[in-house]
């Protein structure tokens, strides 16, 4: 049965209503220096120690060209993009009766276009049904990504940490719940995974680096602790990205995890441990951070779906988020029923929190919204930016959107694309790289180096101009939802299909500024404008190296606080995979079926 869509009292921070005037002008090529293997050891070395040549890759990146723009003079900066829809103090309940409440729906309804990969619920009603246990599973999975030296499991690069004791504990609590007719969720006793960007009690944190920035009060981030509450059974920290700084995830300190659709081919970053996880089966459910795309770049890359909600919905207190103005946490998910119980659970909001308790809190899974429109708009020259394996497969789901499913069309203009990129990163670059004092860079690997450098030489001209970006973005954004009411703005997640790894890349790291920024080309807008965004599955394309097919994804964008339509879009994009895609979804050669495995091991 159907619940109420809830509906909302006001929103805040909402931008002018402006539309800004553009004509497309594609970007210059980036001409920044490639470099990987032992020269990059070197050349990190001389940056983060010449101020002079950090200025020049600086000027080279492109960072002073905001200067002087016409289009900026008298536009107010606007520092922060967070926009809320508040709900109703009834809206509001406390946190173990939202878990009750999740019990009692009916999410068996929302698996029919789910495919290949195992869902919560398989776990969920395995545990009902007394075929397997929580603790069956965790002890069939540990070996897998254990990593202790000579016994480390084939799995276990993905992971950063890993707590074998704690998990079986929790495993063996949830075995013991379910033994009862007592479990707390869909989530209880499914296994799960949270990148090394947040805090969990028992565990230290690194950010993926060799430095630590564990909290000495022991806390666990909110989110994590949402999804504990639920019942769900923590494996383990995953890989990062050094300092979440780039989007390849290679990481010359923990190990770099490997593709699991083509082992030649980077998982992306820098949530890629956690994308991994999520595409090799491990887990149908992983936590990642996105604050340029570190969510949804992996997800792609390793054919999974991922959110990255609106700014600041989902709290992560008491951490902080290493990019406090475009970074937020959110799901990596095997299938979209997955995604919306893991986002339904975290984005609660927190009482605690200035900025999550003004949100109204996710509707129900069974909700449906009375004005729900199926408006899709695309920026021609800029989707067509894409590489043609692509866009291709990107327009194939488009047109299977449009003519089985009611949705429509519609041609959009976006000002200051170029700009906003450059705005993105130098404001990113700047918030992450204020995160490591002058006297640590030497600690970090050495692309981090670099880069931290560079983000070093913003000047307050450079910052404030970049501002004036965002609000143009912002008011143009709101001008657009505004004219299309229930408009979703479509790209391809990434132009490129996965990066191919180099050479020398995995011993000292690569720095490649001119991938970075491509494979950014789509995701940055979400995180500067502070609008929720979600990637999907929709094909593959033949790799340029190695074994295996290269997953692509489709990303739409919504207006601030409209998770709830992303994920009805979520669950048309999966059945666009179930129905028109032909060959549907294929699940990498290096997946494993941990349910089948646990059935084994308890034989």
């Known amino acids: 049965m159907s619940q109420p869509y809830q509906t909302y009292l006001e929103v805040l921070n909402r931008p002018a209503v402006k539309a800004t005037a553009s004509t497309w002008n594609p970007p210059p090529p980036p001409a920044n220096p490639v470099v990987s293997g032992l020269p990059l050891k070197y050349l990190s070395t001389v940056v983060s120690n010449a101020g002079l040549v950090?200025?020049?890759?600086?000027?080279?990146?492109?960072?002073?060209?905001?200067?002087?723009?016409?289009?900026?003079?008298?536009?107010?900066?606007?520092?922060?993009?967070?926009?809320?829809?508040?709900?109703?103090?009834?809206?509001?309940?406390?946190?173990?009766?939202?878990?009750?409440?999740?019990?009692?729906?009916?999410?068996?309804?929302?698996?029919?276009?789910?495919?290949?990969?195992?869902?919560?619920?398989?776990?969920?009603?395995?545990?009902?049904?007394g075929s397997l246990t929580p603790t069956d599973v965790a002890k069939a999975l540990l070996p897998q990504v254990r990593k202790e030296g000579t016994s480390s499991g084939r799995h276990s690069t993905a992971f950063i940490q890993v707590r074998e004791a704690r998990t079986l504990a929790a495993a063996a609590a949830s075995t013991q719940r379910y033994q009862n007719g007592k479990y707390l969720s869909p989530l209880d006793g499914v296994p799960v995974a949270v990148k090394d960007e947040v805090d969990v009690a028992g565990y230290t944190k690194c950010f993926g680096s060799a430095m630590d920035f564990t909290r000495e009060d022991g806390a666990t981030s909110y989110c994590v602790q949402r999804w504990l509450d639920a019942g769900a059974i923590l494996v383990g920290k995953t890989n990062m990205h050094e300092m979440g700084v780039d989007t390849t995830n290679c990481n010359v300190i923990h190990g770099t995890p490997l593709n699991p659709y083509n082992e030649k081919y980077y998982c992306g970053g820098s949530s890629g441990g956690s994308a991994?996880?999520?595409?090799?089966?491990?887990?149908?459910?992983?936590?990642?951070?996105?604050?340029?795309?570190?969510?949804?770049?992996?997800?792609?890359?390793?054919?999974?779906?991922?959110?990255?909600?609106?700014?600041?919905?989902?709290?992560?207190?008491p951490s902080k988020e290493l990019a406090s103005t475009t970074g937020v946490a959110g799901p990596i998910a095997a299938n979209m029923c997955d995604l919306e119980l893991g986002y339904r659970i975290m984005a609660q909001p927190d009482s605690l929190n200035h900025n999550s308790r003004l949100f109204a809190p996710p509707n129900s899974s069974t909700a449906e919204n009375p004005k729900r429109g199926k408006v899709l708009g695309i920026y021609k020259p800029w989707f067509d930016r894409a590489d043609p394996g692509v866009e291709a497969s990107c327009q194939k789901a488009i047109e299977f959107l449009t003519s089985k499913l009611g949705y429509e069309t519609v041609d959009i203009t976006i000002p200051l694309v170029p700009e906003g990129q450059i705005a993105h990163a130098l404001t990113i670059l700047s918030e992450l790289a204020s995160g490591v004092t002058a006297s640590s860079i030497w600690k970090l690997q050495p692309a981090t180096k670099i880069l931290f450098s560079v983000g070093r030489r913003t000047t307050a001209?450079?910052?404030?101009?970049?501002?004036?970006?965002?609000?143009?973005?912002?008011?143009?954004?709101?001008?657009?939802?505004?004219?299309?009411?229930?408009?979703?703005?479509?790209?391809?997640?990434?132009?490129?299909?996965?990066?191919?790894?180099?050479?020398?890349?995995?011993?000292?790291?690569?720095?490649?500024?001119?991938?970075?920024?491509?494979s950014m080309e789509y995701v940055w807008m979400a995180n500067f404008s502070g609008c929720p965004a979600l990637t999907a599955p929709v094909g593959f394309v033949e790799g340029k190296q190695g074994k295996g097919k290269v997953p692509i994804g489709l990303m739409g964008m919504g207006e601030w606080c409209s998770e709830d339509e992303l994920i009805a879009f979520g669950y048309d994009c999966e059945r666009f995979v179930k129905e028109g895609l032909e060959g549907g979804r294929v699940r990498p050669e290096n997946w494993m079926d941990v349910l089948e495995a646990a059935l084994e091991g308890k034989a």
């Open 54 to 129: 950090a200025q020049t890759l600086y000027q080279n990146g492109g960072f002073i060209s905001l200067r002087d723009k016409p289009e900026l003079d008298g536009v107010e900066p606007r520092y922060d993009p967070l926009v809320i829809r508040t709900g109703s103090a009834s809206s509001q309940t406390e946190d173990d009766q939202y878990v009750a409440t999740l019990a009692s729906e009916d999410w068996n309804v929302k698996t029919s276009t789910a495919t290949v990969f195992r869902s919560t619920l398989d776990y969920h009603n395995a545990y009902r049904s």
């Open 276 to 317: 991994y996880a999520v595409g090799a089966g491990l887990v149908p459910l992983a936590e990642g951070n996105d604050g340029g795309g570190s969510i949804r770049i992996p997800a792609a890359y390793c054919g999974a779906y991922g959110l990255k909600p609106s700014h600041g919905r989902v709290s992560s207190r």
């Open 461 to 518: 001209i450079d910052f404030l101009q970049a501002q004036r970006v965002r609000q143009i973005l912002m008011q143009h954004l709101s001008y657009l939802f505004t004219t299309h009411p229930s408009l979703i703005i479509l790209t391809p997640t990434t132009p490129n299909a996965g990066w191919p790894i180099g050479a020398n890349d995995l011993a000292y790291g690569a720095s490649n500024a001119n991938m970075s920024v491509r």
